[in-house]
């Protein structure tokens, strides 16, 4: 799909960051959700039992290209091992302002997607802009979401050592 081209500040006048996300992302079936507050923990649990698709074989292509090259970056032969969980439209992206979210190991990594690059505190732990996952033409930028992939591990990576560190 081609992308129109992007403004000044990163935001096209007839795409925003709904479509954006559902595209990179697709929709959590989160369905029954009234829109009111739920905690974390309970948003994330929800988010869970709501995808759109297999989290070890993600879809749309981004989801699965990004969740292939963290994979791969782990080392990991068996792609079952590592979860990539849409959270769009959910309690977790509505009150917690997470996306999507990988788990590997009992460990996770948050991500928001967004189009606002001037857009001041985040609370997930990768951002992720439309200029990281597509080139000005519309392309899909590989290179940019291996950098992502790359990020996603080192978090991941810090997460698991710092536990390590602390059993011992």
């Not at 500040?9 to 709904?18: D, F, L, P, R």
């Not at 923990?41 to 290209?65: C, F, G, H, M, Y």
């Amino acid at each position: 799909m081609k992308i129109s081209s992007l403004e000044e500040n990163n935001v096209s006048q007839h795409y925003t960051s709904e479509e954006f996300e559902l595209e990179v992302l697709g929709c959590c079936k989160s369905g029954g959700w009234n829109g009111d507050y739920i905690p974390f923990r309970k948003s994330v649990a929800l988010v869970k039992e709501s995808q759109p698709w297999d989290p070890t074989d993600p879809n749309p292509r981004i989801a699965n290209d990004l969740h292939a090259l963290v994979a791969i970056a782990l080392g990991e032969d068996d792609f079952s091992e590592l979860m990539l969980y849409t959270s769009t439209g959910s309690p977790l992206d509505r009150w917690h302002g997470v996306d999507a979210f990988f788990e590997y190991k009992g460990k996770i990594v948050t991500i928001d997607v967004t189009l606002n690059s001037q857009k001041g505190e985040y609370k997930a732990d990768i951002i992720i802009y439309k200029k990281d996952v597509y080139f000005l033409d519309g392309s899909i930028n590989q290179e940019g979401i291996q950098v992502i992939a790359d990020e996603i591990v080192l978090c991941l990576l810090r997460q698991l050592s710092s536990f390590s560190a602390k059993q011992i």
